[in-house]
């Protein structure tokens, strides 16, 4: 297959973005002016009723926890990428299955790898095709983003993915329904206290001790607390570079040893 160019959003005047778009009925989304910036900054003002997640805190129905106390839904994002191999060669020795959110344009320079989260076990899953701010783009452009990614995910494996993390945590009403439309679940995580950060490390924002000791502290916070409805948590971590895949070789170990039972995220929402 022709692909769209990696790391660019995919035009929508292509035929097979068109195609695409005659399968679904956008005309009923909500009309929520587009943001800007990558990651957009929050407005100033905000109608409670655009539910915009990373600043309002409004997260709808979006996955942001697994059902059952002391799961920790685990997810890597960004990949594949060349560190992604040794990350599934710790998983496999650790015998641990996690989500992958793809970005299709890595997915078709990399599919071997993809194949290789299959055969391992683990969950494969959406972070679009070129890692956009989605609330930045119109309907028809977030339709090349997923449907593009899903075809490269599909192509790769066979399997045609169902769960999806907006880049950036970046989602609103309207990215909600043309979401729902191409029949997606929406995957957030378990608000900044399991958010490692990881990727600041190689942008040399962040030391690698930093991180690893922020989780661990939101593990031992995690652990403390008794309430009778304690639901698990779902991280956010990278499989973006060596320092990121050294947090995750640090930190998994450790949930291990601190009792929390680790799984995919759709293990998590018992959906297998």
């Known amino acids: 297959a022709s692909y769209p160019r990696a790391g660019a959003v995919p035009p929508v005047d292509s035929p097979q973005v068109q195609a695409w778009l005659k ?6 989304a909500p009309d929520i002016s587009l943001n800007h ?12 009723n655009v539910c915009y997640w990373t600043c309002q805190n409004c997260a709808a129905d979006d996955v942001v926890s ?21 990350l599934l060669e710790f998983l496999l020795e650790q015998n641990v299955k996690a989500t992958f959110f793809l970005i299709g344009g890595n997915v078709v320079q990399h ?15 959406s972070h679009t095709w070129s890692h956009h701010a989605l609330t930045t783009l119109s309907n028809e452009q977030i339709v090349a983003e997923i449907k593009w990614t899903e075809k490269a ?12 993390r907006p880049p950036y945590g970046d989602i609103d009403n309207r990215v909600r329904f043309v979401l729902k439309k191409l029949g997606y679940i929406v995957v957030d995580w378990t608000g900044d206290t399991f958010d490692t950060n990881d990727w ?6 962040a030391t690698a001790s930093a991180v690893v000791t922020h989780f661990k502290t939101s593990i031992s916070n995690y652990n403390d607390k008794t309430s009778a409805d304690k639901k698990g948590f779902i991280s956010l971590e990278h499989d973006l570079s060596v320092d990121t895949v050294a947090v995750a070789k640090s930190l998994i170990p450790y ?6 039972i680790i799984q995919s995220v759709a293990t998590c929402l018992r959906d297998d």
């Open 200 to 205: 600041k490390i190689p942008q040399k924002q």
């Open 255 to 260: 949930g291990v040893d601190h009792g929390l």
């Open 37 to 48: 910036g990558e990651p957009p900054s929050c407005p100033s003002k905000i109608d409670p």
């Open 153 to 164: 995910i599909e192509d790769a494996t066979g399997y045609r993915v169902k769960y999806m």
């Open 111 to 125: 599919p071997d790898i993809v194949r290789t989260e299959i055969t391992h076990g683990h969950h494969l899953a």
């Open 23 to 28: 399968e679904i009925d956008l005309s009923g």
């Open 66 to 86: 697994c059902p059952d106390t002391n799961v920790w839904g685990l997810a890597f994002d960004d990949g594949p990428t060349e560190v992604t191999p040794s």
